[in-house]
């Protein structure tokens, strides 16, 4: 079983996953597949065994005492079922991680469905996911142990309604999008003080089969391009989730019944690009 840290922020009773979460800007409203469990839920570690791995035990060394994921619905796992063992956080966890320290290592999901940069930040009424991470970083680190690595996929619904939008407002909508991921990465390097491997995604485009180089398809990159920058200036590693999805929509996402999250398939790839990024392998 997940140690006792393992948790997923939900609030009470069982969770509807709304249809329509959106993964970029240029998107449409697209229906996901619901997912629900228990809040606090202790949850059984059913994952098959990963696929064999070549560890550089160098890099490796870099993993801590525990896994945060954060971000929206995809790191949620929205689309896998269950969630919290086929998402593409629990893959990474189970499949990869474990292995370069299968004994002592946590896991905590925070990621929150429909989540955008600014609720990320800052909720009127509740700790915002930033705060709890940030806490829990903190916390960790006073009890003498680390939390690294760290996931992160933020920024899809931040510009869901910009999609049939001018060109001025996505420009405003990607301004404002910059201004809030530039805030939250700052807020995770300066906690973790550089003793933390922070992993950033891109996002794929499921409704980019046949799209061909279209206006839809340069703003994905020029979101994508955003993301990369931004983490690039500060060391950040990315995990591309953009090109291994091109011409595989309907293969690794639900986008052929109208839904834009990743299937299991869908989820798996997303995890080893996370593994890939992230360095510990030979």
Known sequence: MFKSKVGIWVGSGLITVILGLALLFFF??????????????????QASPGPSLNINLASASRVGDEYLALGDSVAYGVGASPPEQSGYAAVFYNSYLKQTRPQGLAYLNLAIPGETTASFISRPKAKSQLDKA??????????GKRVSPITLTIGGNDVMGARNASDAVKETTLKQFDTNFQKILGQLAAHTGGKSDIIITTYYNPFGKNQGQNEETTWALRFNALINQRATERDLKVADFYQPVVGREEELTWIASGDIHPNIPGHALLARQVWLAAGYEK
């Open 28 to 45: 449409g409203l697209a229906p996901s597949h619901p997912t629900s469990f228990q809040p606090g839920q202790t949850l059984a570690n």
């Open 134 to 143: 940030l806490a829990e970083i903190d916390a960790t680190a006073q009890a």
